[in-house]
């Protein structure tokens, strides 16, 4: 085995490409990225559906550091943001230090030389600090339904788009309506002969304000950056104001919910169409949903929203509970992400030989969603609690980069041979985090993807994100162990 490195990251995008252009520019050259595909960018790379877009404004969603000057719209599309992220990675020098088509297995912690020892599909290699900038969104989640495998005509998730099947003038059914749902299914049902929706559960499905910037603004926000700074400035203050209504006082979501009502009613005249695609539970206790052509796609003739819940699928079709199959010719699943198994199917062992899997059996929890007690040195982007329901996640992923970047400088300039959050600074954490959760409105009542099947809400940050910004703004070197080198 070669001589460890002092970093290793797992996964190049958003949040691996940013961990690395800020160690770099804190003068740690000898860092790895390791990234399982051919190419950066994470969710924005794998996700290339039609209609693929962002719901956070274009000048939100990019790093503090790295202004874009040229977004094309108010809300950026998929092949933009994969565009950026790929730019950012070549401009600020972190693509000679990316291994690709480079999969992690595994990774364990030996606590004699403070190193950790992490198994790939191309070797084993070595390192001082480990940083996993996996997502949450980065494992697709099929649903368990008989005869899945049994289809005879082609079938695939939303994440795995199959780009070589021609949808036009075919019958096709969409398993889920959720956030990748409603911007692909009005592509889709304008080149279909037949389509049937199969929803679940009815999302709320707001107006999204999207248009193309015009010449002159592009111009504008070009030559004039503290016009892009303001933009960003205000979009940041209007979007925090949401979390409100999502981490103190759900109530507001009253009037919101109304507007929703009637904005429903307008644009769907069909009395059944529009029961059908009513929520049947409080407004933000699962993620809000923008768009501004999902239900005038549901109201086309050609379209069928099946609430029945699905039994089964054959070779020819799907099947209903109550006995109708609908003969179809492709199968898309829109059905999400496992966004609660934060590094499956790696295996990472701590301390003691202690298992990831095992302490976060009843649910996954670390401080502050960064570090986790018993794995020293382990550090995770995008981790635990740190999702968010009203606001962009760079901002919060800019956080937990400033925060493991402070820690990874403190190892180095004391000479460290790891560090490890004391176990009672991460219960006192996550006791915190529970107890405020229970004043969210994700503690409505409803089964959404946020939380595990036992209920744990794991995901979500139950405040505002200049809070997590402040509780993450440097390392306190009483939360932790240390072991000299």
Not at 173 to 191: D, H, L, N
Not at 228 to 236: P, V
Not at 261 to 285: E, F, I, K, N, S
Not at 321 to 330: A, L
């Amino acid at each position: 085995m070669n001589s460890p490195h002092s970093v290793v990251i797992i996964g190049a995008g958003f949040a691996g490409v940013g961990m690395a252009i800020r160690l770099k520019q804190a003068g740690v050259r000898d860092l790895v990225v390791l990234e399982k595909a051919l190419e950066v960018g994470g969710t924005w790379r794998d996700n290339t559906y039609p209609g693929a877009a962002c719901d956070v404004p274009s000048h939100l969603y990019s790093y503090s550091f790295a202004p874009k000057t040229d977004w094309s719209r108010r809300y950026p599309v998929q092949e933009e943001i994969l565009g950026y992220v790929r730019d950012c990675a070549e401009r600020y020098g972190v693509t000679p230090h990316i291994r690709f088509g480079t999969e992690v297995r595994g990774a364990a912690f030996e606590e004699e030389t403070g190193l950790w020892r992490i198994r790939t599909t191309a070797g084993e290699l070595a390192s001082r600090v480990l940083i996993s900038a996996c997502g949450q969104l980065s494992r697709p989640a099929t649903p368990r339904i008989d005869g899945r495998d049994s289809f005879a005509g082609t079938s695939f998730h939303s994440a795995h788009w199959d780009h070589d099947c021609d949808l036009t003038g075919k019958r096709v059914a969409v398993v889920g309506t959720g956030a990748s749902a409603i911007q692909f299914v009005p592509p889709v049902a304008e080149v279909a002969e037949q389509l049937h929706v199969f929803q679940r559960s009815a999302p709320y499905v707001l107006d999204k304000p999207d248009r193309p910037y015009t010449a002159w603004e592009k111009l504008a926000l070009r030559r004039v950056p503290a016009l892009r700074t303001l933009s960003r400035a205000k979009t940041y203050v209007r979007l925090e104001s949401r979390a409100l209504a999502f981490v103190r006082y759900p109530r507001l979501f009253q009037q919101p919910a109304k507007a929703f009502r009637r904005r429903l009613a307008g644009q769907v005249a069909d009395p059944g169409l529009r029961r059908a695609l009513l929520p049947d539970y409080p407004m933000g206790c699962k993620r809000i949903l923008l768009s501004g052509d999902y239900y005038p796609a549901l109201a086309r003739s050609s379209v069928e929203l099946v609430t029945d819940p699905i039994e089964r699928i054959t070779p020819a079709g799907v099947v209903t509970r109550d006995g109708t199959e609908r003969r179809v010719d492709v199968i898309i699943y829109g059905t999400g992400f496992q966004a609660g198994d934060f590094l499956a199917p790696m295996r990472i062992t701590g301390r003691g030989g202690q298992d990831l899997d095992a302490a976060w059996r009843d649910g996954a929890e670390a401080y502050l969603g960064i570090t986790v007690s018993g794995f020293p040195n382990l550090f995770l982007l995008y981790g635990p609690n740190t999702n968010l329901s009203h606001s962009s996640i760079i901002y919060m992923l800019e956080s937990q980069i400033r925060y493991i970047r402070r820690c990874v400088e403190a190892i180095r300039r004391h000479r460290l041979s790891w560090i490890d959050v004391r176990p009672g600074v991460q219960r006192a954490f996550n006791r915190d985090v529970r107890r405020r959760m229970r004043a969210t409105v994700w503690e409505a009542g409803c089964t959404s993807w946020y939380r595990t099947a036992d209920g744990k809400q794991v995901t979500n940050w139950p405040g505002f994100t200049f809070a997590y910004r402040h509780a993450t703004r440097r390392p306190d070197p009483h939360d932790f162990l240390a072991r000299k080198a």
